[in-house]
């Protein structure tokens, strides 16, 4: 099993750019999570999905869009990236609503 | 909504024991987790408490007491490698689609 996998790894945007973050996971979970982690701070829940075909916005939604058209995928995008979105993405995915989420390899974003 | 208190930083030399407390405000409870994280790498889960009392896992434990709203992870026998980030994370009762909500974390340096 790969768990989750993130694409790409790294990339660098121009302010206005748009682009779309990949997260698969193998393991047949129903949600799945984006997170975006800032230095010294915790992880912030941008959105999520508790279905194929479902999303919902988390604690910083702003300026991201996402989709779950499949169960093991979930997309998110940038539709014109900002400075300020210059972060480190996580996902993840869990089986249950509870305990333990499964966190890919993230993807580091710079927008200059 | 939810707020999360832990340290921001605790050094400690290798086979010592550190503690890392976590204080939390939460409309509702449903748990509290932990998750380690090295530099450059995706947060990995460590232990869950609904329940107050420890849970132990190996070198690691995990104490909840609901009743003062704090948890705490306990690292015995400090290696090296334990050098990471460390994050609770809680769920809220009232949240059902299963959000975890992040402390910023607590920096444990190993020295030798």
């Known amino acids: 099993n790969a768990g989750v996998t993130q694409t790409p790894k790294f990339r660098v945007l121009k302010t206005g750019q748009s682009m779309t973050l990949l997260c698969a996971q193998d393991m047949n979970h129903e949600y799945m999570y984006w997170y975006r982690q800032d230095p010294g701070m915790g992880l912030r829940l941008i959105h999520y999905?508790?279905?194929?075909?479902?999303?919902a916005k988390g604690e910083v939604p702003d300026g991201y869009n996402v989709s779950r058209l499949k169960k093991q995928n979930f997309l998110l995008g940038l539709e014109s990236a900002a400075p300020s979105q210059t972060s480190v993405y996580f996902c993840?995915?869990?089986?249950?609503?509870?305990?333990?989420?499964?966190f890919g390899p993230g993807t580091r974003l710079t927008v200059l | 909504g939810q707020s999360l208190e832990q340290p921001s930083e605790v050094t400690a030399v290798e086979g010592a024991i550190v503690q890392i407390n976590c204080t939390y405000q939460t409309s509702g409870f449903y748990g509290l987790s932990w998750y380690q994280q090295h530099d450059g790498g995706a947060p990995t889960f460590l232990s869950y408490?609904?329940?107050?009392g420890l849970e132990e896992t190996g070198r690691f434990s995990s104490f909840l007491s609901r009743s003062d709203s704090y948890g705490y992870l306990l690292l015995q026998e400090l290696q090296m490698k334990d050098s990471a980030s460390y994050f609770c994370a809680v769920r809220d009762r009232g949240d059902s689609w299963g959000k975890l909500q992040f402390g910023a974390g607590t920096q444990v340096v190993v020295t030798p």
């Open positions: 999905s508790v279905g194929e075909g479902t999303t």
């Open positions: 408490n609904a329940l107050d």
């Open positions: 993840a995915s869990s089986l249950t609503l509870a305990r333990e989420q499964f």
